[in-house]
């Protein structure tokens, strides 16, 4: 990769980080989804009733993921019904994860400090501290068990603070890969 590819990458990564992501949730409150501090949201999808969704503080929600506040599947009742409509909001708690990929249907209240997996359809109530995995979503652990877990991982490397050659090299190195 020639010098010139590399700096437009990294230009590209630092802008879509800082200035796309903070832009895409000025946007995001524009139209009406309360969002908290320290938020990270990627590209996802956001329902046409923006002012149903909540957000805390401290979130990070993944590419991919769908938030829903209304239930379509009424159209086949339409014929009968013309006006009929079912919405809920979405409130998202404080210092939670949602994975890549999930859909997060109407009347969902997920709790502060969860973890919700990656390709997860979340309806309902998921309690404080919880791990949620599955279509259905189910809690299938405490998020206080995880933390545990990534602390004995193998594979528990710390990179945070590198750059990306000195990340790539101790990640390589770890996993013993050229």
Not at 31 to 46: D, L
Not at 54 to 81: C, M, P
Request: aromatic content about 8%.
């Amino acid at each position: 990769m020639s010098i010139a590819s590399k700096v437009r990458n990294g230009a590209f990564t630092i802008l879509n980080r800082l200035l796309f992501g903070q832009l895409r949730i000025a946007l995001l409150r524009a139209y009406g989804v309360k969002i908290g501090a320290k938020c990270n949201i990627y590209y996802s999808q956001f329902s046409t009733e923006h002012y149903l969704i909540e957000i805390g503080n401290h979130v990070v929600v993944s590419k991919g993921v769908q938030f829903l506040t209304h239930d379509g599947a009424v159209w086949i009742f339409r014929d009968k019904y013309p006006d009929l409509d079912l919405f809920g909001p979405i409130k998202i708690g404080n210092n939670t994860c949602i994975g890549l990929n999930c859909i997060i249907l109407p009347n969902t209240h997920i709790g502060d400090n969860c973890i919700i997996s990656a390709g997860s359809v979340v309806k309902g109530k998921i309690p404080d501290n919880s791990l949620v995995m599955g279509n259905p979503a189910k809690v299938v652990m405490k998020t206080n068990m995880q933390e545990k877990l990534y602390l004995l991982s193998p594979n528990k490397i710390p990179t945070k603070n590198l750059s990306y050659k000195a990340k790539k090299q101790k990640i390589k190195a770890h996993f013993k890969t050229e």
